[in-house]
């Protein structure tokens, strides 16, 4: 009697000391005997490291919340892995060409693009830089600003230059309005009558007559003006010249002119194929295209 009741006794203390409380899906065993139970399977293995408390009314509640979070975290990682794989395959297709192609192709795709937009590829990265200032570039697109131009600038003949360089200043150049010393006398220049001129003038003129070339005229370093020999309005008569520019505060030119002896004035015009026309309401001098001429014609470096 005493031995039965020493053994109901002993299972009594093993089984407070490990007590299994029952619910619809697992065991649950207080391992720890502070009331918080580890959820294990039928084989006793824990499917959760969470841990709940019997008898607590909020168990589930903050259970449900714990799974919640992992999930959140679960999706969280996988978004952050798509996203960081997504940049490396947008990374691999907007690869450098220069690395793709190689300096060669890239050389020729830049040969098929305007001066301007290789200008631009200048500044995407040394690499670029060192393709796209190539001389072997520059010196077609030099030829390609220079067709159909009536004056090449002296100042893109300069020896020593880069293409990329005489490519600048040939452009610089040719946007210039202000007319100088060097281009009065570099060029030749046609002259003829305007409509408004007196008859006697215009049937001097072979532009308006028709009987042979227009005539031309020829400024000198010393300020003088000739015609040629047997020129019928030039007469042989002497004449010098002028250029008036005044200039504004700002540095911005006001007025710029021509004038020979004390005619009327000559305003001046830049035209597209870089010539120079300068006319009054009498007549109207032309610079005849010299692009051949060796050494090139104008003044060196002013680009006002």
Known sequence: ??????????????????PVVENDSYPVVDCDGDGSYPVVDCDGVAVENDYCSIGSSG?????????????????????????????EDSAKNKQDPLVLFGSDILMKILRNLDARSVALSLLVSRGWYGV???????????????????????????QGLSKLTTYSISVMDGRRTRIMKEDLC???????FHEAAPEYWRNLDPYWKGTGPPMRRYF??????????????????ESCYSIVTSVIGDGSIRDHYVRINRWPRMLVLRKEDWSWEMSNNLYCYSSIPDADKEGGTGPLFPFS
Request: net charge negative; glycine share 8%; with cysteine.
């Open 59 to 87: 168990d589930d509640e903050v259970g449900e919340h714990s799974m919640k979070k992992k999930r959140k975290k679960k999706k969280r990682e996988i978004f952050i892995s798509r996203e960081k794989k997504a940049e």
């Open 132 to 158: 796209a200032s190539s001389d072997r570039l520059w010196t077609t697109k030099c030829e390609e600003l220079w067709l159909g131009k009536a004056h090449i600038p002296r100042s893109a003949q300069v």
């Open 186 to 192: 570099d060029h030749v220049w046609e002259f003829h």
């Open 220 to 237: 000198h370093p010393d300020g003088s003006l000739t015609a040629d020999p047997g020129d019928e309005v030039w007469g042989g008569h």
């Open 1 to 18: 009697m005493a031995e039965a009741n020493d053994s109901e006794s002993g299972q009594e203390k093993q089984k407070n000391k490990n």
